[in-house]
């Protein structure tokens, strides 16, 4: 059962849905501040460092206790392909990096509208390709996403694949956002009951990430149509009320039926991205991933 405090506080930002939606995507998710700045601020126990070499704002994060010393954790942030910062990034793989003890790497790629489909692409494979450069096997690279981050992290996956490149060791994808052509019954069903997301919204920023409406349903843009033989395992958390609940249930299904080690773990009453809010069941769930993590990674 959800906990009465993380209940209180959903149903207050249920209640003011749009107000809460207005600030976040219009204020929270796009202020920023320079790398120096944000690698300063302590989270969770970690300390941070700018990344030197890369074309774009990125930052390495260290939690106190290392587990697993030449493993690092690729963090791809969410925002819908619109927005998003480092004050964000910071925030949401700290915790999952204090849990599993592992190093990060979190960075800020191009938005649309301004840069669509396959900027974002592009910039996630610089990354991985920067780490492989200092040394990391794929192997011992983790790709953490949420939301738009989770379809980004499987869709590098892809394209290494394609490549002929190797893989990385294992994926963990909060609320992942897999169907941005909304073809899942959830987008209906759940509609009233998701705090923070609206499906109409959702589709004007898929529409500006893809270049037109008629990409959305093409395994580039929404991985919940590729194929996922010979991924790494695989953990996807969700709440069971956000809008997107059907986008990892259907992935959860392709993924197994493509052979893959896939789990699929639903948060009662958690809305999208709740690992972020501070709650109980958030840590339960930074817990969960980081021991996901660590379990491949250690040794």
């Given at each position: 059962m959800p906990s009465r405090k993380s209940q209180e506080m959903l149903e207050l930002i249920r209640s003011h849905k749009k107000l809460a939606s207005n600030v976040s995507n219009g204020m929270l998710m796009k202020v920023d501040a320079p790398a120096?700045?944000?690698?300063?601020?302590?989270?969770n126990g970690t300390t941070a460092l700018p990344v030197k070499g890369l074309e774009m704002p990125a930052l390495r994060i260290k939690p106190k206790n290392i587990w697993a010393e030449d493993a690092v954790l690729l963090h791809l942030h969410g925002g819908a392909y619109v927005s998003g910062g480092l004050l964000q990034c910071r925030a949401l793989i700290s915790p999952i990096c204090a849990e599993a003890g592992i190093r990060a790497v979190t960075f800020t790629y191009r938005l649309a509208p301004e840069h669509p489909y396959p900027a974002q692409l592009e910039d996630a494979y610089?990354?991985?390709?920067?780490?492989?450069?200092?040394?990391?096997?794929?192997?011992k690279i983790g790709l953490v996403g949420e939301s738009a981050g989770g379809n980004l992290a499987l869709a590098l996956t892809l394209r290494l694949r394609e490549e002929g490149e190797a893989l990385p060791g294992a994926l963990a994808l909060l609320s992942p956002w897999v169907d941005l052509a909304q073809t899942g019954e959830s987008y209906e069903k759940l509609k009233d009951v998701d705090a923070t997301l609206n499906a109409e919204e959702l589709m004007e920023s898929a529409i500006a990430f893809a270049g037109s409406r008629e990409r959305l349903a093409s395994p580039e843009i929404s991985p919940l149509y590729a194929d996922f033989a010979g991924f790494p395992p695989t953990l996807i958390q969700c709440g069971t009320c956000e809008i997107l609940l059907s986008?990892?249930?259907?992935?959860?299904?392709?993924m197994?039926?493509?052979g893959v080690d896939a789990r699929l773990v639903r948060w009662e009453g958690m809305c999208h991205v709740f690992q972020a809010f501070g709650f109980e069941e958030s840590r339960a769930a930074n817990r969960q991933i980081g021991m996901f993590?660590?379990?491949?990674?250690q040794g």
């Open positions: 120096e700045r944000v690698a300063k601020i302590r989270m610089r990354v991985w390709s920067f780490l492989r450069e200092a040394g990391y096997p794929a192997k986008d990892s249930e259907r992935l959860e299904e392709a197994l039926r493509d993590l660590r379990d491949h990674f």
